[in-house]
C-alpha cells in the first residue's frame, strides 16, 4: 500500500507541476499581446492581455495607454476597427491609436 500512495503522490506532484508551468506560460503570453478597445468611459484604450475575463471577475487584461479620443468621434467604420479587440503588438496598437487620434481631432 505504501508503493501505491508513493506513486499517486508523484502522479499528483507531477501533475500540479504541468499545471503550474501551463499557467504561468499563459501569463508570460497573455502580457506580449495587446488591442484596442475603449474604457469604462468611452476613451479609445490601448490594452495589455488578452481580452477575456476568468471567473471571479479576473481581468487577463490591463490599461497600458488611454488617448483622449473617444470612440463616439471616431466615423462607424473605425469605431468598428476599435472594438473588435484583435490582437496585435505594442507598437502596432499604439501606433493606430496615435492615428486615429491625429485624424480625429480638429
Known amino acids: 500500500m505504501t508503493r501505491r ?5 508523484a502522479i499528483a506532484i507531477a501533475a500540479l507541476v504541468v499545471i503550474g508551468i ?3 506560460s499563459t501569463w508570460i503570453a497573455t502580457r506580449a499581446v495587446f488591442f484596442i478597445g475603449t474604457d469604462d468611459e468611452g476613451f479609445v484604450t490601448v490594452y495589455q492581455g488578452v481580452p477575456y475575463d476568468l471567473p471571479a471577475g479576473v481581468a487577463l487584461y490591463s490599461e497600458s495607454y488611454v ?20 490582437w496585435r503588438s ?5 501606433a493606430e ?4 487620434e491625429r485624424e480625429n481631432r480638429p
Open 5 to 9: 500512495r508513493g506513486r499517486v503522490r
Open 22 to 24: 501551463l499557467a504561468v
Open 67 to 86: 488617448s483622449g479620443l473617444t470612440a463616439a468621434e471616431l466615423p462607424p467604420r473605425e469605431r468598428d476597427e476599435v472594438t473588435d479587440h484583435t
Open 90 to 94: 505594442r507598437d502596432d496598437a499604439l
Open 97 to 100: 491609436v496615435r492615428r486615429l
